[in-house]
């Protein structure tokens, strides 16, 4: 099926360690994004790209870096791990301004 | 910085009731206006796209209007069900086709 997959669905991590999610989209999207969700926070973006080699930052990028070698997968790291960074964490994409969103099914990360 | 306000946060009706959830935004310079649904634990799902030139979409039991010169937005659901239960998210899409959220409105349909 189209759509967006992350991977892992689930992880826990301990303070310190280091991880990257991974986004890949099959609808050949131009642009894909990274969020986080918090309870009573809604959604915020860390990045985005609008294209294959292309990253730029969004509302929350610390603590964060991204990835775009090939135009389908948008990878997410963490290089040192904080218990702040404990959060539903979902990948999305579009292919022009004027369309919608696709949204992945999300990974929950537990930071110990 | 645009911001985005739902209201109310959390609404509970009885099935077969009509109802309207609420989205404003402070900046009206917007491509569009998107509504997701959010079921717990999961991830959103798109329900409607509204473009800045347009005034409303419809699917099914739902409509989405558009006030951009008021910076609000509503998404109505006729004949509500249980299975409507879900939390309404609604965003904005900006330059880059950013979205700005709102913290949604969680909304129970009881039996």
């Known amino acids: 099926n189209a759509g967006v997959t992350q991977t892992p669905k689930f992880r826990v991590l301990k303070t310190g360690q280091s991880m990257t999610l991974l986004c890949a989209q099959d609808?050949?999207?131009?642009?894909m994004y990274w969020y986080r969700q918090d309870p009573g926070m809604g959604l915020r973006l860390i990045h985005y790209?609008?294209?294959?080699?292309?990253?730029a930052k969004g509302e929350v990028p610390d603590g964060y870096n991204v990835s775009r070698l090939k135009k389908q997968n948008f990878l997410l790291g963490l290089e040192s791990a904080a218990p702040s960074q404990t959060s539903v964490y979902f990948c999305?994409?579009?292919?022009?301004?004027?369309?919608?969103?696709?949204f992945g099914s999300g990974t929950r990360l537990t930071v110990v | 910085k645009q911001e985005v306000t739902q209201i109310p946060a959390a609404l509970s009706v009885p099935e077969g009731e009509n109802l309207v959830l609420n989205c404003s935004f402070t900046d009206s310079a917007i491509y569009n206006l998107q509504w997701f649904r959010q079921d717990p634990g999961k991830g959103l799902t798109s329900l409607l796209l509204?473009?800045?030139?347009?005034r409303e979409q419809t699917s099914g039991r739902l409509n989405a209007s558009l006030d951009k010169s008021s910076g609000r937005s509503t998404l109505y659901i006729a004949a509500s069900q249980p299975g409507d239960s879900a939390t309404y998210l609604c965003?904005?899409?900006?330059?880059?086709?950013?979205?700005?959220f709102g913290t949604g409105t969680r909304l129970q349909v009881t039996l």
């Open positions: 965003a904005s899409t900006g330059t880059a086709s950013k979205l700005t």
């Open positions: 790209s609008v294209g294959e080699g292309t990253t």
């Open positions: 509204i473009q800045s030139s347009q």
């Open positions: 999305a994409s579009s292919s022009a301004i004027f369309y919608g969103y696709t």
């Open positions: 609808m050949n999207h131009e642009y």
